[in-house]
T-cell receptor
Framework: EAQVTQNPRYLITVTGKKLTVTCSQN?????MSWYRQDPGLGLRQIYY???????DKGDVPEGYKVSRKEKRNFPLILESPSPNQTSLYFC????????????FGDGTRLSIL | QQQVKQSPQSLIVQKGGIPIINCAYE??????FPWYQQFPGKGPALLIA?????SEKKEGRFTISFNKSAKQFSLHIMDSQPGDSATYFC???????????FGPGTRLSVLP
């Protein structure tokens, strides 16, 4: 079964405490991306990766880092989280070019106090 | 230029009604226009998608209408059911999928 697995699903933490949200896919897809979802704003792309060791900024990359050392994993790193990064985060993966569907994980709800 | 506008923000219809959700874009480099459906606690899932070389696409009860000259596209749900109650996002992407932009979403409620 095609799966995109995010961990943790929920996290409450404090400002400045580094955290990592992991994302793993079992579809052997080259493309992976991270989005944040906020009410009234839809999903906004944070970073994406077209392949291993290839990453690029999306629309809202400030305050985030990513790495793509293996095809199946694409962790999202918040080095010094701030309250404005409280949001619902989704990892997604897609095969081939843009006309392939993106498969999303079930989301990670982050609350930063 | 990257923005995709979507309306309405929320929509309530009776069972059997035909909700219509509208989207508009500016970037003429976009050539792939999918719609995603999201249920609470889940990630979005692809519902239906269209390319600008056709003006309409149907899949079951879901239809996309596309107007290339107006840079607008819409989703119609025929014979809507309570199980269709969800949030719907339109999106747009360029050919290589490097720029993938979502609309702000429409929360649809279908009353029994």
């Amino acid at each position: 079964e095609a799966q995109v697995t995010q961990n943790p699903r929920y996290l409450i933490t404090v400002t400045g405490k580094k955290l990592t949200v992991t994302c793993s896919q079992n579809m052997n897809h080259e493309y992976m991306s991270w989005y944040r979802q906020d009410p009234g704003l839809g999903l906004r792309q944070i970073y994406y990766s077209m392949n291993v060791e290839v990453t690029d900024k999306g629309d809202v990359p400030e305050g985030y880092k990513v790495s793509r050392k293996e095809k199946r994993n694409f962790p999202l790193i918040l080095e010094s989280p701030s309250p404005n990064q409280t949001s619902l985060y989704f990892c997604a993966t897609r095969g081939g070019y843009s006309n392939q569907p993106q498969h999303f994980g079930d989301g990670t709800r982050l609350s930063i106090l | 230029q990257q923005q995709v506008k979507q309306s309405p923000q929320s929509l309530i219809v009776q069972k059997g009604g035909i909700p219509i959700i509208n989207c508009a874009y500016e970037n003429t480099a976009f050539d792939y226009f999918p719609w995603y459906q999201q249920f609470p606690g889940k990630g979005p899932a692809l519902l239906i998608a269209i390319r600008p070389d056709v003006s309409e696409k149907k899949e079951g009860r879901f239809t996309i209408s596309f107007n290339k000259s107006a840079k607008q596209f819409s989703l119609h749900i025929m014979d809507s059911q309570p199980g269709d109650s969800a949030t719907y996002f339109c999106a747009a992407s360029d050919h290589y999928g490097q720029n993938f932009v979502f609309g702000p979403g429409t929360r649809l409620s279908v009353l029994p």
